[in-house]
């Protein structure tokens, strides 16, 4: 992938960045496999196709940018491929959480979806045991507090995410603590498809999200509401829209923005170009995070920097958008960990004269 330069950033900046505890929302597990676990993984299963690890790190990466959202998630269909069994469906989590803790993220939200790793005989309750058992070990092996999303895919059959919503809901105790909709938008715009799933996954306890406005404008943010999430995945072209705006501000809906995907699927023309600023300085909520590590072949700490430069947000603005992801992380049955990791990220701060508001 051709990487766009970077502008030059204050350097006092990059470092306290680097520094910066962090906690990221939006992240997929199948965009983030790390390229030679993928070789490693498709040789054993005979599906390397006489890749090397070069050619293995280009099948990963989609294109910069791509023509649209579609051409994005091809880039998602040898890690599926790849991800049909417990042992390496628990290893590429596991391997997940070890990456997000070089950025320093204390804490992390790791998504998936359950229904497309039971191709080849796995049920539905082992393949989510298996990344339960991945997010714990990473856990256990860094410090970084991780919980589980599990995602409803819209172009698969509404009763069939039902039934997963059911089976995810019973790993609440687990960490899997929220639920999500997502997938090829302009195929399968309308995700009320899925009311039944979300009211399974709602009426269990589990925080609701729904991917919104990687196709669509919008009206596919507006669409997203009727579900009545807490959280919207992207979500980005709400800028354009003044009443949508004012919803999400009353609502108190969070919008977890991931820049250079949007970038990427072509949904706004550069990073410069991003309404993460305009947004939170409008007041609606958001948050900060990659969507995918591999596919855009990124990390947390330079989605951060590029928050600052191009984007144009202060230290500042920044630190409140991180520390805001603790307060609406699906933490939803265990507030005293929030409370301790956000005492955390106080602490922090409460040293850094450039994160003072
Ligand atoms: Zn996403």
Not at 271 to 278: E, I, N, S, V, Y
């Amino acid at each position: 992938m051709e990487q766009p330069v970077a502008p030059p950033i204050d350097p006092a900046i990059r470092d306290l960045i680097a520094r910066m505890p962090k906690a990221e929302l939006h992240l997929h597990l199948d965009g983030s496999l790390r390229p030679a676990t993928a070789l490693q993984l498709a040789r054993q299963r005979r599906l390397d196709r006489g890749m090397d690890r070069a050619a293995m790190r280009r099948a990963l990466t989609a294109p910069m940018p791509c023509v649209d959202q579609a051409q994005l998630l091809a880039a998602f269909e040898l890690p599926i491929a790849l991800l049909q069994d417990a042992e390496a469906l628990e290893r590429v989590t596991h391997e997940l959480v070890e990456d997000v803790a070089t950025d320093g993220t204390r804490y992390v939200e790791i998504r998936w979806a359950p229904s497309l790793h039971v191709r080849r005989g796995l049920s539905l309750r082992e393949g989510i045991a298996a990344v339960v058992a991945g997010a714990r070990s990473g856990s256990q092996a860094t410090g970084v507090v991780a919980r589980l999303i599990a995602v409803a895919l819209r172009t698969l059959d509404p009763d069939d995410e039902a039934v997963m919503a059911r089976t995810a809901a019973d790993f609440l105790g687990d960490g899997l603590t929220g639920f999500d909709c997502a997938g090829r938008e302009a195929e399968a715009p309308d995700p009320t498809r899925f009311a039944a799933a979300f009211a399974i996954a709602r009426d269990a306890g589990l925080g609701i999200t729904v991917h919104a406005g990687e196709w669509g404008g919008a009206a596919q943010v507006w669409r997203a509401l009727d579900i009545e999430p807490t959280r919207i995945a992207h979500g980005a072209p709400a800028a354009d829209d003044p009443a949508l705006m004012a919803q999400l501000r009353t609502r108190g809906v969070t919008l977890d923005l991931c820049p250079t995907s949007n970038v990427q699927a072509s949904i706004v023309g550069s990073l410069a170009a991003h309404p993460l600023a305009r947004l939170h300085r409008a007041g609606v909520p958001v948050t900060l995070s990659t969507d995918d590590r591999t596919v855009s072949d990124l990390t947390l700490t330079r989605e951060y920097e590029h928050a600052v430069e191009p984007i144009g947000l202060s230290p500042a603005e920044l630190w409140a958008m991180d520390r805001h992801a603790l307060e609406v992380a699906f933490l939803q049955h265990d507030e005293q960990l929030r409370a301790d990791l956000l005492a955390g990220f106080d602490t922090f701060a409460a040293d850094e004269p450039l994160l003072r508001p």
